[in-house]
């Protein structure tokens, strides 16, 4: 099993960045496929970014493509989302999310494990 904590989030202008982390703790990282979703008041959780276990493989959500980011550094067992160019639509809590396996998973439900959520928030 491996817990997750995310950090990194805040009030951020529109046009600025921000850099979210997600911190791994339990069974090796390394072996586990990642990704962020995101929620938005009144609205469902959806899909932002997910990467493979060794990071060579990434997808992104259209919505974001070209302006996020997705990474991680295994030796720290952590899994990064920058966020640049940042728009008011992109407000939500952000959640990270792992499952076993070197695939880039990109469905709530492939997910077993979450974290608690860090709220981003994007001023106009």
Request: aromatic share 14%.
């Amino acid at each position: 099993q491996v817990q997750l904590v995310e950090s990194g989030g805040g009030l951020v202008q529109a046009g600025g960045s921000l850099r979210l982390s997600c911190a791994a703790s339990g069974r090796t990282f390394s072996h586990y496929a990642s990704g962020w979703f995101r929620q938005a008041p009144g609205k469902e959780r959806e899909f932002v970014a997910a990467i493979s276990w060794s990071g060579n493989i990434t997808y992104y959500a259209d919505s974001v493509k070209g302006r996020f980011t997705i990474s991680r550094d295994n030796a720290k067992n952590t899994v990064y989302l920058q966020m640049n160019s940042l728009k008011p639509e992109d407000t939500a809590v952000y959640y990270c999310a792992a499952e076993p396996g070197n695939w880039y998973p990109q469905k709530q439900d492939e997910y077993n494990y979450w974290g608690q959520g860090t709220q981003v928030t994007v001023s106009s």
